[in-house]
């Protein structure tokens, strides 16, 4: 009866040691899913603005056309080129940024990597991901100003056109 009631206590305490909790199941790892769908979200929204960058980009271009080797508007293009590369580079490097987030969700699901680990690198990925939305409402702001200036330069020089056409009246 002793060896039988050893058997079950090893059998039992064998069981739950082979029963190991489902890393997907873990608190911290279901937390890292929610914050990688934030994470993706914000990406879409980067996206979608780097787009509308670009084609405030192109309004700027066209409305430059009409005026003859302006310097001004065309460093103010020059720059606004450079902006939107950057801007294109933090958003390719804020994807490359999810992809591994992605791998890191799959490498603990399946019990490639410990919780420890998965805590460790999420952290590190969460700063790098808030320092890429920083640095893209600096960019963004860079990119209003940007506009802005272009704008109020169009509509002087509207004005000025303007008054030479009355002036020549």
């Given at each position: 009866m002793k060896t039988l009631c050893k058997l079950t206590v090893i059998a039992v305490a064998f069981f739950f040691v082979s029963c190991k909790q489902n890393p997907a199941e873990a608190p911290e790892h279901k937390a890292m899913i929610e914050n990688h769908k934030e994470m993706e979200t914000s990406h879409e929204t980067m996206a979608?603005?780097?787009?509308?960058?670009?084609?405030?980009?192109?309004?700027m271009v066209d409305g430059h056309k009409t005026i003859e080797n302006d310097s001004l508007?065309?460093?103010?293009?020059?720059?606004?080129?450079?902006?939107?590369?950057?801007?294109?580079?933090?958003?390719?490097?804020?994807?490359?940024?999810?992809?591994?987030?992605?791998?890191?969700?799959?490498?603990?699901?399946?019990?490639?990597?410990?919780?420890?680990?998965?805590?460790?690198?999420?952290?590190?990925?969460?700063?790098?991901?808030?320092?890429?939305?920083?640095?893209?409402?600096?960019?963004?702001?860079?990119?209003?100003?940007?506009?802005?200036e272009d704008q109020k330069m169009m509509k002087e020089d509207q004005e000025k056109e303007a008054e030479a056409t009355s002036d020549q009246k």
């Open positions: 979608k603005e780097h787009n509308a960058m670009k084609d405030d980009h192109q309004q508007h065309m460093i103010t293009e020059k720059n606004h080129t450079a902006l939107l590369a950057k801007h294109g580079e933090l958003i390719e490097a804020h994807k490359t940024l999810i992809e591994k987030h992605a791998e890191l969700e799959t490498k603990h699901a399946s019990g490639e990597i410990t919780l420890e680990q998965m805590t460790s690198e999420h952290e590190s990925m969460k700063a790098e991901h808030e320092n890429m939305e920083k640095e893209h409402q600096q960019i963004s702001t860079e990119h209003k100003r940007i506009t802005e």
